[in-house]
């Protein structure tokens, strides 16, 4: 198999789980799969409870996608960033090295409200490596 650093960006959607699941396959069957989940949250809003509860929920996004590998016993790297959801995939991607991409084609984010498709029609025009959409 191919050596391969996969990001996947999870807003908790349904889509973005699926997402998980589908890359939790292919680490299975690819051992020298490294992937990494990427949660973004908005920027400060100069309020501090608004601002927790979105760090909150981050957090319990995390945890949630994060389970999906933990519970096949699949070790991942988890990193929550503050910004643009496409904005910051894509620079994460490019400044990691990714080569792979990995993200829900659509969904409600839990975090924002907005539809995912936008984040992933940016991101698939954007990002300079290999970007797989789940639905």
Do not use: W
Not at 28 to 40: F, I, W
Not at 114 to 134: D, E, P
């Amino acid at each position: 198999m191919l050596k391969s650093k996969v990001l996947l960006p999870s807003d908790g959607s349904d889509n973005s789980l699926k997402a998980a699941g589908y890359a939790a396959r292919l680490m299975k069957t690819n051992a020298d799969m490294k992937l990494s989940v990427l949660v973004v949250v908005p920027e400060s809003s100069g309020f501090e409870k608004i601002d927790q509860a979105m760090e909150d929920k981050g957090s319990e996004i995390m945890k949630k996608t994060a389970a999906v590998f933990s519970d096949d016993g699949l070790k991942v790297e988890k990193y929550i960033e503050k910004g643009d959801p496409a904005t910051v995939i894509i620079q994460y991607a490019e400044r990691g090295g990714y080569d792979h991409i990995i993200m829900g084609s659509r969904g409600v984010s839990e975090l924002r409200g907005a539809s995912i498709g936008s984040v992933s029609h940016k991101v698939i025009h954007l990002a300079n490596c290999r970007v797989t959409l789940v639905k």
